[in-house]
């Protein structure tokens, strides 16, 4: 079975320093990892995925997440948080075997002038 | 472009009556799936169809129906709304079951 663990529940940075957004996954099988972004009021849109190619993904708006196979981890991080970057993520783990997304509880990251 | 869109962005409805939110996606997906967000729970999987005629209940399904009768659309029915059924309701398709999934924009809905 998977499932996912997001750690923080809630981030804080100032502007310019750098993210982390923290996520732990259960997977039977190699899986396919994701991060989505969720601004106020909107859907979610993908930020990147892992789908065991490359280790370090990159994404979109400069954020990247590395797999970790030995620690079960993939977290998310960007080198200088943005105004534009407050919004909440959220972690996804997928197996195929599965056929479905499994979503984790989500990490609303504020980002303070 | 193609896209994913739902109707009505908001409702509001009253208990007992019958609902139905309506999702149409122009990617050509066969996978179309339905979740509820709500706050502290991330988003869970209602129900979800991997082709025409083809029908599934994800984890949280009671109160709620799903029918595919092409692959342009997937509406969510229920049957007899609920106050515990508010909520905002995110349609999904994908290519691929297990992989990128692309959203609607959502749909608040207010059960009172």
């Known amino acids: 079975a998977q499932s996912v663990t997001q750690l923080d529940s809630h981030v804080s940075v100032s502007e310019g320093t750098p993210v982390l957004l923290r996520c732990n996954y259960s997977?039977?099988?190699?899986?396919?990892l994701f991060w989505y972004v969720q601004h106020p009021n909107k859907g979610l849109q993908l930020l990147l995925k892992y789908t065991s190619a490359a280790t370090l993904v990159k994404g979109i708006n400069g954020f990247e997440a590395e797999f970790k196979k030995s620690e079960t981890s993939f977290h998310l991080t960007k080198p200088s948080a943005h105004m534009s970057d407050a919004a909440e993520y959220f972690c996804v783990v997928s197996e195929g075997s599965a056929r479905q997304l499994t979503f984790g509880s989500g990490t609303q990251l504020t980002v303070l002038p | 472009d193609a896209e994913i869109t739902q109707s009505p962005r908001h409702k509001i409805t009253e208990t007992g009556r019958q609902v139905t939110l309506a999702c149409h996606q122009t990617w050509n997906h066969n996978n179309m799936f339905w979740y509820r967000q709500d706050l502290g729970h991330g988003l869970r999987l209602i129900h979800y169809s991997y082709g025409v005629h083809d029908t599934n209940k994800g984890e949280v399904s009671d109160g709620y129906s799903v029918s595919r009768s092409n692959t342009e659309d997937l509406p969510l029915t229920l049957e007899s709304a609920a106050s515990s059924q508010t909520s905002v309701y995110f349609c999904?398709?994908?290519?691929?079951?297990?992989?990128?999934?692309?959203f609607g924009p959502g749909t608040r809905l207010t059960v009172l």
């Open positions: 997977s039977s099988y190699s899986p396919s």
């Open positions: 999904a398709s994908s290519d691929l079951a297990w992989d990128t999934q692309y």
